[in-house]
Each structure stands twice: as C-alpha cells, then as structure tokens.
C-alpha cells in the first residue's frame, strides 16, 4: 500500500478512538480491582460459590476451613451429651441469638455484589462466653437463613479470616455437653 491509499482522519475522529481507548483501560483497570477485592465474579465463581454455600456442616472442606465440631452444630446448645436439655445460664435468650445472626447474615458477603465486615462479625463472636454460644448462633442462623452456617462463613470470608474467627472461639470455654 502507498501513502496515497490510506484514508485520512480527521482531528474530532482521533479524538474519539482516543476516548474510546481510555474507556476501555478505565472499565478494565475496575474489572481487575473489583476481581482482586472479590467484588467481581464470574458466572461460575458465583455458581461454585452458590454450591459451597448449599453443602453441609459435615462436609469435608467445611470441617477442614472451619475446624467443625458439635459447636458449629445448630443443635449442639439444645441438649447435653445424654439428651437432657442443658444449663439455661450458659445459653443465650433466643432473642440474642437470632440477633447475633441478623448481624452475621447482614455482615457476611455471601453475593458477588457484596463484601463482608468482618470487624462486625468478630465482634459478635467476641461477645460470646462459651462455645456452646456458638451453636445457638448456628441453630438461630439456620432458622433465619435455611443456610448452613459454616457453608455460609466460608463462602462469605477468606482463610485468613476463619482462622481469626477460630482464634476467638478457641478462647471461651469448652463446657462439655
């Protein structure tokens, strides 16, 4: 091709493809930030993400992340070890826990769309006394939900995070039930 084949362009037009290419570099840079926050997922993330959530307490991956045990159990807090209801002063009021699991639930990114407090989170388990707090956590989340409750916390937080959460729980006493 000779110099005299190639169309000209006109100023306005360069400034257009010119646009054109910011915008383009604009929505990717975003994209990439959006992915690196776990703000953005594709359609299968979301779906594998959906299918974790589904899966229950007894599941392997679950007990691995989450170091499940009958705390993690929404029944564990409702009887002790010979099927006699348990201790009511070591229990919070059903009020309380299904208020725990408000602020969980609200606090938890389980969508593509939504990003966790963890610090709120935290806090909850931070206000607990026992162990066996946590499974009437578990019990009133279920209740609310119709989700599993550790599906849920693994799906929502990162290892770092579970690990933390794991600390905190490992603090409170252990009342055998």
């Known amino acids: 091709m000779t110099a005299k084949n190639i169309p000209e362009v ?102 593509w769309y939504q990003y966790s407090n963890e610090t709120a989170i935290y806090n909850v388990f931070r206000s607990l006394t026992n162990q066996i707090q946590v499974s009437q956590i578990a019990f009133a989340y279920q209740a609310l939900t119709s989700h599993d409750f550790a599906g849920d916390l693994n799906n929502g937080l990162t290892n770092a995070k579970l690990n933390v959460i794991n600390n905190i729980i490992a603090t409170k006493p252990s009342y055998s039930l």
Not at 85 to 97: C, D, F, N, T
């Open 10 to 111: 006109s100023g306005g037009q360069m400034k257009t493809i010119g646009f054109l290419i910011v915008v383009i570099i604009v929505i990717y840079a975003a994209i990439t930030i959006m992915k690196r926050f776990g703000l953005w997922r594709t359609s299968a993330e979301r779906a594998e993400a959906q299918k974790k959530s589904e899966q229950s307490v007894a599941t392997k991956e679950a007990a691995n992340v989450m170091n499940v045990s009958k705390i993690f159990d929404p029944v564990t807090w409702s009887k002790d070890s010979k099927g006699r209801p348990s201790i009511a002063k070591l229990l919070l009021s059903g009020a309380l826990a299904k208020s725990y699991a408000q602020k969980i639930q609200k606090n938890l990114g389980t969508s």
